[in-house]
T-cell receptor, first 115, second 107 residues
Framework: DVKVTQSSRYLVKRTGEKVFLECVQDMDHENMFWYRQDPGLGLRLIYFSYDVKMKEKGDIPEGYSVSREKKERFSLILESASTNQTSMYLC??????????????FGPGTRLTVL | AQRVTQPEKLLSVFKGAPVELKCNYSYSGSPELFWYVQYSRQRLQLLLRHISRESIKGFTADLNKGETSFHLKKPFAQEEDSAMYYCALQNTDKLIFGTGTRLQVFP
């Protein structure tokens, strides 16, 4: 059974703080993703990674960076948190596709509040 | 541009009524489409994908390339179907999600 875990369920930070959100998967998946989930906007892709030390910008990368030093771990970094980054953050992983669509497996989410 | 549109933010039905959650897509190639579901206080999970052509929890979805739609249907809604439903389109290794439809099933 695939398991994707996120370091915190709830996080409260102050404007300007540096924030780290951690995600770990235990299924040896190549692909990992960070989304933010906002009411009325659905899921929007922030960054994704196809492999260790590789990263690609998603649709809304501004204000975020990522790190993937190990295959199982994908970190999302808010260099200087702002109130408009208050959101639910979802991590997901999937095996590398081989011509067929494959399932993404999601973590439980981290609800970040920036005051 | 690739896009997924879910026109309804909220769909409310009574138990036993038919349900149809709408999804339209825009994609230049051959689309791979999914429905994901998030029940209250649970993580987002795959409900079904069109290539499997299967029925999950009584739900089915048919890809209509002519209408560029992938609507999710269930003939008789149950209270436990209440959840947030997202339609998603595969784009290489990424997914493009719609904005979601909240389904409320009243007793």
């Amino acid at each position: 059974d695939v398991k994707v875990t996120q370091s915190s369920r709830y996080l409260v930070k102050r404007t300007g703080e540096k924030v780290f959100l951690e995600c770990v998967q235990d299924m040896d998946h190549e692909n990992m993703f960070w989304y933010r989930q906002d009411p009325g906007l659905g899921l929007r892709l922030i960054y994704f990674s196809y492999d260790v030390k590789m990263k690609e910008k998603g649709d809304i990368p501004e204000g975020y960076s990522v790190s993937r030093e190990k295959k199982e771990r994908f970190s999302l970094i808010l260099e200087s948190a702002s109130t408009n980054q208050t959101s639910m953050y979802l991590c997901a992983s999937s095996p590398r596709t081989s011509g067929m669509a494959d399932t993404q497996y999601f973590g439980p989410g981290t609800r970040l509040t920036v005051l | 541009a690739q896009r997924v549109t879910q026109p309804e933010k909220l769909l409310s039905v009574f138990k036993g009524a038919p349900v149809e959650l709408k999804c339209n897509y825009s994609y230049s190639g051959s689309p791979e489409l999914f429905w994901y579901v998030q029940y209250s206080r649970q993580r987002l999970q795959l409900l079904l994908r069109h290539i499997s052509r299967e029925s999950i929890k009584g739900f089915t979805a048919d890809l209509n390339k002519g209408e560029t739609s992938f609507h999710l249907k269930k003939p008789f809604a149950q209270e436990e179907d209440s959840a947030m439903y997202y339609c998603a389109l595969q784009n290489t290794d990424k997914l493009i999600f719609g904005t979601g439809t909240r389904l409320q099933v009243f007793p």
